[in-house]
């Protein structure tokens, strides 16, 4: 029997930075645009070993969302299916976990597209950065009490620059991936977490 204290550390795990570009925020009727998986292996993002995947339009693509995600129907024309796409996220979430930033939109997002396509969600570890985000405001306040009771910046872009990274600019689910690794690396320096189960 696996004992609790002995879980292994927090880098002997495949991080897999997911980010999906969706025509809305409604996973119920919004299609997913495109979504990105990059991992972060011992610490260290490995960008080489990303994949990227845009998918079919599933209908029209609206102003909007062609000027949120910069992607015309001339891009998707020859996209893999959102089964094939969903083929690749799997094999990498089976055995490792999965890393966003706001698990409530993604997870659900993914949950349901898996359902729609007949495959069988993974039920992978998440590590969300949003709830990274807290749990670091939680113990700046709690070591020091007299610090200012702010609510902790959530948006991806804007918390990453109240911690002096990089903004990479356009909205593009490839960096988004890239930016929500960092920021969990990052995040995980400032919670001393040492087990998996420090960062969920």
Known sequence: MRMFWFEPPWDSNIF????????????????????????????????G?????LLPPGGFISRPSITAHHLVPADVANAPT????????????????????????DVTFLK????????QWPRPPVVDTVDLL???????????PGAPDIDPELNLNRS?????????????????????????????KRLGAKRLRDLR
């Open 16 to 47: 897999w930075a997911v980010d999906l570009e969706t025509g809305g925020l409604d996973p119920k009727s919004d299609p997913i645009r495109s979504m990105v998986t990059v991992p972060t292996r011992r610490g260290s993002i490995s960008v």
């Open 49 to 53: 070993e990303g994949r990227a995947s």
């Open 134 to 144: 807290v749990k670091v405001a939680q113990r700046s306040r709690w070591l020091d």
């Open 82 to 105: 959102l089964r094939e796409a969903l083929t690749h996220v799997d094999v990498r979430l089976r055995g490792g976990v999965l890393l966003v930033h706001q698990a409530s939109i």
């Open 112 to 119: 349901r597209a898996f359902t729609a396509v007949g495959m």
């Open 160 to 188: 990453r620059k109240t911690l002096g990274l990089p903004d990479y600019g356009r909205h593009d689910a490839l960096t988004d991936a890239i930016s929500t690794a960092e920021l969990f690396l990052v995040l995980r």
